[in-house]
Every structure is written in C-alpha cells, then in structure tokens.
C-alpha cells in the first residue's frame, strides 16, 4: 500500500512541475520564427540501400539537407490530385536524385513520416517525369500538409488507364526517406 502512496505522490509532483514550465515553455515557442522557411529549416531526406555514394559511411546512405536538396535542379508538374486542388508542385526528377546517389536497383521504396510505405518500379522513372515534391503554389510542404517531400506524377499528362486501380497509392507524401532495392 506504501509504494502506491508513493506513486501516485511521484505522478502528483511531476504533474505539478508540467504545469509550472507550461508557462514557459509557451513562451519560448511563441519566440520562434513561424515562416515557412524556418519551418522547412533542418529537413532531410535520406537515401539507402542499393547505392554507390554515401555521405554517412557507417549507415552506408546518402542523407539530402535542405540547402542540398534545394541545389538540385528543379522541375514543376501542374495537376490536381485526389487530396488538392490544382497546383503547381516544385522538386528534382526522381529520376536525377536516383542518378546522383548512383542508385542500382529495380525497386525504390518511398517510407513515409506517417509509417506509409510504397515500392514503385524504378522503370517508372524512366517512363514518367516523376518529381519529389518540395513545394506546392510556391510553398515548403510541412508535415500537416503532405511534406516534407510527396512523389508526384506528371499526372497530367497521363491517360486514365496509366492513372487507374492502385496507381493512386504511388503518390506517397510526407516522405523522409528512400531504399533502393
């Protein structure tokens, strides 16, 4: 019986203590910069598996900062998908990003922030103008609203036989990272 006493007193402290930062901890985030681009500040994307250049030797993958990423050459692809309005989506070829960390393999696995992953064929890349995504209207994708990165079709351009049955699940957002399989 002691040790629930004592329980539940070590729960009611650190309760107390919670609500006495509260405050403070309020406050602190309040002085924090909110632009989309402090926001987007310290994203990466991380590429592994059947890879020929690493920039982490020991987990033998390829990790894009932002400032990186926003080096690449861009592409934008203006469509409309089943979760927005039409607009014009900004990010490297799959196909590019692939090529510069000298990507072998037959498969690429997009994972996302949300434990969604998809396997879609790296033929694919070759076939359509696939972007990762990092922006849409102009804007840095954030994590409520499919970023940091989305795989996006020139969907557009594309019959409805190519856009039909499961193709949809090929449209990964709030992706961080890639394996090449």
């Known amino acids: ?70 080096a690449l050459p861009m592409r934008e692809i203006n469509t409309a998908t089943d979760w927005t309005p039409k607009g014009t989506f900004r990010g490297p070829l799959v196909r590019e990003l692939l090529a510069r960390v000298g990507a072998q393999g037959r498969q690429i696995k997009f994972y996302g922030e949300d434990n969604y992953n998809v396997t879609i064929p790296a033929s694919d890349f070759s076939k359509y103008d696939v972007i990762l995504a990092r922006t849409w209207n102009n804007k840095p994708l954030q994590l409520n609203d499919f970023g940091p990165f989305w795989v996006m079709y020139p969907i557009q351009n594309m019959s ?22």
Do not use: D
């Not at 409805?160 to 090449?180: D, H, M, N, Y």
């Open 160 to 181: 409805t036989s190519e856009t039909s049955g499961i193709f949809i699940a090929k449209l990964a957002w709030q992706v961080t990272r890639i394996e090449v399989k």
């Open 1 to 70: 019986m002691t040790s629930n006493i004592s329980s539940s007193h070590r729960a009611r402290a650190k309760l107390a203590i919670c609500r006495s930062l509260a405050p403070t901890l309020l406050l602190a985030a309040s002085l924090l910069p909110h632009t989309p681009e402090a926001q987007a500040a310290g994203v990466t994307l991380t590429i592994s598996g059947n890879i020929g250049k690493f920039t982490n030797q020991p987990a033998r993958s390829y990790v894009f900062s932002e400032t990186e990423f926003n």
